[in-house]
């Protein structure tokens, strides 16, 4: 049994491990890739009635993470996070 399974492979490398996902498995999926969306390995996930996390996560943090390098630390993360991933998925 695992927390959380995070997969880092190139698109498309993990297809062939979709097929053997358990249904109603119960750690999330952090898949980092975001284009191509859904990957196959998250749609089965979702099938089996497991929780993902795309890519465009990752990739929103690391977009905050270098505006603060360059302006300063920002001390509404959360609420810029929020605002982004609704431009983002519009």
């Given at each position: 049994?695992?927390?959380?399974?995070?997969?880092?492979?190139?698109?498309?490398?993990?297809?062939l491990?979709?097929?053997?996902?358990?249904?109603?498995?119960?750690?999330?999926?952090?898949?980092?890739?975001?284009?191509?969306?859904?990957?196959?390995?998250?749609?089965?996930?979702?099938?089996s009635?497991?929780?993902?996390?795309?890519?465009?996560?990752?990739?929103?943090?690391?977009?905050?993470?270098?505006?603060?390098?360059?302006?300063?630390?920002?001390?509404?993360?959360?609420?810029?996070?929020?605002?982004?991933?609704?431009?983002?998925?519009?």
């Open positions: 049994v695992y927390d959380l399974v995070v997969n880092t492979t190139p698109a498309g490398a993990a297809d491990l979709a097929e053997n996902v358990q249904y109603g498995i119960t750690a999330p999926l952090f898949d980092v890739i975001y284009n191509p969306w859904p990957t196959v390995l998250a749609s089965r996930w979702v099938d009635e497991g929780v993902v996390i795309n890519g465009l996560e990752l990739l929103l943090y690391q977009g905050i993470d270098q505006v603060e390098k360059t302006i300063g630390e920002i001390s509404h993360r959360t609420e810029l996070a929020s605002h982004l991933r609704k431009v983002i998925n519009s």
